[in-house]
């Protein structure tokens, strides 16, 4: 396997144009464990199984500078014997250059949808393999194998096993079940993420290479690796295991914070700090989801808000609170910040991954009710349900347009903030404007 990733470094090197280009294998942004082993077994089953023509290229889908904070990514590769000098990353190669040079074909793995960012990408995309919701539309130039498992590694596993079973070996056998029992949470059933398919490969992978390491043990030292934050600031916190969504006018970031809530929150300057971060990387809002194990190893969940911008903040909040599908059975937690809300989550079992739909849905319905209104010079967003602004108990400036996301270019005029607008004005301009849409319906 070291021998395949030092050659794709190599190739990619020589590359100058001429040769018929990558089969590149791409994870998600969080490129977690499960997103860097999905993308390097199947390139190199793919360098193995294909015709000879573009060459497989496992690429890690964050700057090689990040990689250091995904501190069980950095434990299972040193155990498998790999290098993390050997790994590609996004910073290290044009994606956009070999798009439209030709010479791109994509493969996504751990998800099924590129992100916004890369959306000049999509003509690209030849196959995809993932165990997220699907979101991707059928097209016959996309061969696509979703299915709701507990690791996108089952899946890479039971393709291997399927079409070129000789692939496997000690090393990729290690990566492959390290990944699924880090998952699957032990292969625990009362914790919700594993399914029969991936006790089946993880138990196939035993009986295959006897000499992998005990289940418990490999989880343990996974797992440790993976809560250890000692000595992060907070945007390396936010960094470690981050997932965006966006739509319209927002774009938020979804982290998973190894420590409690209570913990986080004490952090010094975190407010500072958060705001700093959501400037840094154009984010609207951040949502913090905690995962910690209480004294008999039972894991609670923790969840929390962030935005300086108090519309975008209740609402994603709100859409949090009244989901049912699945429900999060979310209570409030005390914040010593007016810009956070928190809550503990009772739904132990809805992980980012069950989380992200409803962040992803809420986004969806919002963009359609978005409406220009009128006269006013900016648009905003009216809800479904429009209550006068003295009618609604919330504070002044939550139905004022947001913020536009180049405020936070230097020398916006927005850089001091929206101007204040009472409820009295707001009032009486929407009566006004229900005034003239009625005389207007007179005429």
Same mark, same amino acid.
């Given at each position: 396997?070291?021998?395949?990733?030092?050659?794709?470094?190599?190739?990619?090197?020589?590359?100058?144009?001429?040769?018929?280009?990558?089969?590149?294998?791409?994870?998600?942004?969080?490129?977690?464990?499960?997103?860097?082993?999905? =993308?390097?077994?199947?390139?190199?089953?793919?360098?193995?199984?294909?015709?000879?023509?573009?060459?497989?290229?496992?690429?890690?889908?964050?700057?090689?500078?990040?990689?250091?904070?995904?501190?069980?990514?950095?434990?299972?590769?040193?155990?498998?014997?790999?290098?993390?000098?050997?790994?590609?990353?996004?910073?290290?190669?044009?994606?956009?250059?070999?798009?439209?040079?030709?010479?791109?074909?994509?493969?996504?793995?751990?998800?099924?949808?590129?992100?916004? &960012?890369?959306?000049? *990408?999509?003509?690209?995309?030849?196959?995809?393999?993932?165990?997220?919701?699907?979101?991707?539309?059928?097209?016959?130039?996309? =061969?696509?194998?979703?299915?709701?498992?507990?690791?996108?590694?089952?899946?890479?596993?039971?393709?291997?096993?399927?079409?070129?079973?000789?692939?496997?070996?000690?090393?990729?056998?290690?990566?492959? +079940?390290?990944?699924?029992?880090?998952?699957?949470?032990?292969?625990?059933?009362?914790?919700?993420?594993?399914?029969?398919?991936? &006790?089946?490969?993880?138990?196939?992978?035993?009986?295959?290479?006897?000499?992998?390491?005990?289940?418990?043990?490999?989880?343990?030292?996974?797992?440790?690796?993976?809560?250890?934050?000692?000595?992060?600031?907070?945007?390396?916190? *936010?960094?470690?295991?981050?997932?965006?969504?966006?739509?319209?006018?927002?774009?938020?970031?979804? &982290?998973?914070?190894?420590?409690?809530?209570? =913990?986080?929150?004490?952090?010094?300057?975190?407010?500072?700090?958060?705001?700093?971060?959501?400037?840094?990387?154009?984010?609207?809002?951040?949502? =913090?989801?905690?995962?910690?194990?209480?004294?008999?190893?039972?894991?609670?969940?923790?969840?929390?808000?962030?935005?300086?911008?108090?519309?975008?903040?209740?609402?994603?909040?709100?859409? *949090?609170?009244?989901?049912?599908?699945?429900?999060?059975?979310?209570?409030?937690? &005390?914040?010593? +910040?007016?810009?956070?809300?928190? +809550?503990?989550?009772?739904?132990?079992?809805?992980?980012?991954?069950?989380?992200?739909?409803?962040?992803?849905?809420?986004?969806?319905?919002?963009?359609?009710?978005?409406?220009?209104?009128?006269?006013?010079?900016?648009?905003?967003?009216?809800?479904?349900?429009?209550?006068?602004?003295?009618?609604?108990?919330?504070?002044?400036?939550?139905?004022?347009?947001?913020?536009?996301?180049?405020?936070?270019?230097?020398?916006?005029?927005?850089?001091?903030?929206?101007?204040?607008?009472?409820?009295?004005?707001?009032?009486?301009?929407?009566?006004?404007?229900?005034?003239?849409?009625?005389?207007?319906?007179?005429?």
């Amino acid at each position: 396997m070291d021998i395949f990733l030092k050659s794709c470094r190599d190739v990619l090197k020589r590359n100058a144009g001429v040769s018929p280009g990558f089969r590149v294998v791409l994870g998600n942004e969080a490129c977690d464990v499960d997103s860097m082993v999905s =993308a390097v077994a199947y390139a190199y089953f793919l360098s193995v199984t294909m015709v000879p023509g573009k060459t497989p290229l496992p690429v890690m889908n964050i700057p090689r500078r990040e990689f250091s904070l995904r501190t069980d990514n950095v434990f299972l590769l040193r155990e498998s014997g790999l290098s993390p000098d050997d790994l590609v990353f996004r910073d290290e190669v044009d994606l956009g250059a070999l798009h439209r040079a030709g010479q791109l074909d994509l493969t996504l793995v751990d998800c099924n949808m590129l992100p916004w &960012s890369d959306r000049d *990408l999509e003509a690209s995309v030849v196959e995809v393999i993932d165990h997220h919701r699907l979101e991707r539309k059928p097209s016959p130039s996309c =061969a696509v194998t979703v299915e709701t498992v507990g690791s996108c590694a089952t899946l890479v596993t039971e393709c291997i096993v399927q079409k070129a079973p000789e692939v496997l070996h000690q090393q990729m056998a290690l990566l492959l +079940y390290g990944t699924i029992v880090l998952d699957c949470v032990n292969m625990a059933p009362e914790a919700g993420k594993v399914t029969p398919k991936d &006790s089946h490969y993880a138990a196939l992978l035993e009986k295959r290479f006897p000499d992998l390491p005990p289940r418990g043990a490999l989880f343990l030292s996974l797992q440790n690796a993976k809560f250890d934050v000692s000595g992060l600031t907070t945007e390396q916190m *936010l960094l470690k295991d981050m997932k965006v969504a966006s739509g319209g006018d927002v774009k938020l970031a979804v &982290s998973v914070i190894y420590m409690t809530l209570e =913990a986080f929150l004490q952090r010094q300057n975190l407010q500072q700090e958060l705001c700093e971060f959501s400037n840094k990387h154009s984010y609207s809002l951040v949502v =913090a989801m905690t995962i910690c194990y209480n004294d008999i190893k039972e894991p609670f969940r923790q969840l929390a808000v962030y935005s300086s911008n108090t519309l975008y903040r209740e609402q994603v909040s709100q859409a *949090l609170e009244q989901a049912r599908s699945p429900s999060l059975s979310l209570s409030p937690m &005390s914040s010593p +910040y007016s810009d956070i809300k928190a +809550y503990l989550q009772g739904n132990t079992l809805a992980s980012r991954k069950k989380v992200l739909p409803i962040i992803k849905d809420f986004l969806m319905d919002r963009e359609k009710r978005l409406v220009p209104c009128g006269d006013l010079e900016e648009s905003y967003e009216v809800p479904v349900q429009l209550a006068c602004a003295e009618d609604t108990g919330i504070e002044d400036d939550v139905q004022l347009p947001p913020t536009p996301m180049n405020s936070l270019v230097e020398g916006c005029p927005l850089d001091n903030g929206l101007p204040k607008i009472s409820a009295e004005a707001l009032t009486k301009k929407f009566r006004k404007m229900a005034s003239d849409e009625a005389n207007a319906g007179g005429h």
